[in-house]
């Protein structure tokens, strides 16, 4: 079987005993080991900062044209990335597309970033400001790259996009980066690393494919970790690095929701738009989308019809093998998800009806059959506003007071909400706002543009705070800040402007 390595001090190593066993999710077949037992994360994080100082050396269009080689090299691999994610992941060729593509557009967003910024290595926080009695004495703040190294810990659902779309922020704001994928569905990842390796310079990117052992425990104030996983895990991430100073980003679980207003019509656009945005949310990865719709609240007397048009759709999905070309959803990841999936369905199912359930003909893999509920009441209901179920399932309710509803989910990366009404809509996002990082409004008039409210744009912010984690990623330029230490300059205006130009 494939050993796969991890890439540490430049050099592809292989760990030793015990291994752990990638699977193909859609018949349980093994398709590579991997194992990080031996390898030295202390020295892997020293070689991270020996390096960093030449990063923050480059001008940010510098480091751009590294993440475009990295880009334009992985776009030259597109067909067999596409076709790891499908064995290791489930993908359908949709869901792996989904992945890869994002992967490379996002590097190559913040390549463009990149050229874009120039000469510069550091970027202004605001106008300088005048201090003193005559503009000579002024005062900048300033985002500087910090002095170490950025570890990248990724979830199991997007191994590309998730190790792409951290990597470019890190690199670009001038971070060396030690990047880990969740072993499960780390074949993709793994060759995106390979790809990366020959073309990043010296230093810049390590890869550890498997356990990070006790690489958290070398990292110090100047350090950051950007972790997306399970609040679980995200606890213990905060006590162990709280301890040692390190910089922590969480992305979380969230109980996304969809909300429906009491203005849309059947068979209207809006109405048209959110039955497939949801119907998408609930299928595409087999609903292992952290941004995918699992509370659906109608705030009008459509609940029926809404019903209705949801069976539908979700009675079309084909479950499979994604092997085979007919299949439009396939299974999920592992048999641990398998086994979750399975218990947060019965645990959602003690407050609610299930009024659809798919059929599966597989006799291996793991498959689960897209699940439709109905909440019994969803004000009194618990476990749909806490319990991220991390499959092909969504919980359906009426809603007089949505806002109220969506809220009682603790903090979301993304809220849906569709309507044709000013009014509605203006009162329904500011009700919600301060518990998402993203609100996404479906309305007749973006009908035909967008892609729903599950694809992450390297433009705006994805995370989210509460139960999400709390945590920011991307926004363009924001997605730097992470990566950089913000700083107040004060003293000679000219002086301030020679060290820290405005512009390139
Ligand atoms: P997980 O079990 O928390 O694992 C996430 C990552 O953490 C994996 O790489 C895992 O490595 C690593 N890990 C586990 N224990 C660790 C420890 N003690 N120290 C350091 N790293 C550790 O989560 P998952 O099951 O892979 O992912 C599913 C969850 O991720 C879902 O809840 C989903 O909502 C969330 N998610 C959130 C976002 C977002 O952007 N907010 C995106 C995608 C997924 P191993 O695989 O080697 O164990």
Redesign the pocket.
């Known amino acids: 079987m494939n050993t796969l390595k991890s890439f540490v001090q430049d050099q592809w190593v292989e760990g030793r005993e015990p291994f752990?066993t990638l699977v193909n999710p859609s018949t349980e077949e093994p398709l590579a080991r991997t194992s990080t037992n031996g390898i030295d994360m202390g020295a892997a994080v020293d070689h991270a900062r020996a390096h960093g100082a030449s990063l923050r050396e480059m001008t940010f269009a510098q480091r751009g044209e590294l993440l475009k080689a990295w880009s334009k090299a992985l776009h030259e691999k597109r067909d067999e990335l596409l076709g790891l994610a499908m064995q290791n992941g489930g993908n359908t060729r949709g869901d792996a597309k989904f992945d890869v593509d994002g992967a490379i557009a996002t590097l190559a967003h913040y390549a463009e970033l990149g050229a874009q910024l120039g000469s510069l290595k550091a970027l202004r926080d605001g106008e300088a400001v005048q201090l003193g009695r005559t503009a000579r004495y002024a005062g900048l703040h300033l985002w500087v790259p910090r002095d170490g190294v950025a570890v990248h810990?990724?979830?199991?659902?997007?191994p590309a996009w998730?190790t792409a779309e951290k990597a470019a922020c890190a690199l670009l704001a001038g971070m060396p980066v030690v990047s880990?994928?969740?072993?499960?569905t780390a074949l993709v990842a793994f060759r995106l690393a390979e790809i990366g390796a020959g073309v990043l310079p010296r230093g810049t990117f390590q890869f550890l494919c498997?356990?990070?052992g006790e690489l958290?425990d070398r990292l110090g104030p100047q350090d950051v970790v950007a972790?997306?996983?399970?609040?679980?895990?995200?606890a213990?991430?905060r006590e162990?690095l709280g301890r040692r100073g390190a910089r922590l980003n969480v992305?979380?679980?969230?109980l996304n929701a969809a909300v429906l207003g009491p203005d849309v019509e059947p068979g209207s656009a809006t109405w048209d738009l959110f039955v497939a945005d949801v119907v998408r949310d609930m299928t595409q990865k087999a609903g292992q989308?952290?941004?995918a719709i699992r509370r659906i609240f109608v705030a009008g007397d459509r609940l029926p019809a809404v019903q209705e048009a949801l069976v539908d759709r979700l009675s079309q999905v084909r479950v499979g093998d994604t092997a085979r070309a007919e299949t439009t959803m396939g299974p999920v990841s592992t048999a641990d998800?398998l086994r979750d999936v399975r218990a947060g369905i019965d645990k959602l199912a003690s407050e609610s009806q299930r009024v659809f359930e798919g059929k599966i003909s597989e006799s291996k893999g793991y498959f689960v059959p897209p699940t439709l509920l109905l909440a019994r009441d969803a004000a009194a209901a618990k476990v749909m506003h806490k319990d991220?179920v991390?499959g092909p399932v969504a919980t359906l309710a009426a809603a007089s007071d949505a806002a109220g509803l969506v809220r009682r989910g603790g903090g979301g990366?993304v809220c849906s909400v569709y309507s044709d009404d000013r009014d509605f809509l203006r009162k329904c996002v500011l009700d919600v706002a301060p518990y998402h990082g993203r609100i996404y409004i479906g309305s007749e008039k973006v009908a035909g543009q967008t892609l729903g409210p599950g694809t992450?744009l390297p433009q705006l912010l994805?995370?989210?705070p509460g139960h999400?984690?709390g945590?920011e990623?991307l926004g363009s330029l924001r997605g730097l800040q992470l990566y950089s230490q913000r700083v107040a300059l004060q003293g000679d205006r000219a002086l301030l402007d020679a060290i820290a130009p405005e512009k390139s």
């Open positions: 752990a810990i990724n979830a199991f659902n997007f998730g880990k994928p969740a072993t499960s498997g356990s990070p958290l972790f997306t996983g399970s609040s679980q895990t995200a213990r991430l162990q992305e979380a679980d969230s989308k952290c941004t998800q991220e991390f990366l992450v994805h995370g989210g999400a984690g945590g990623e």
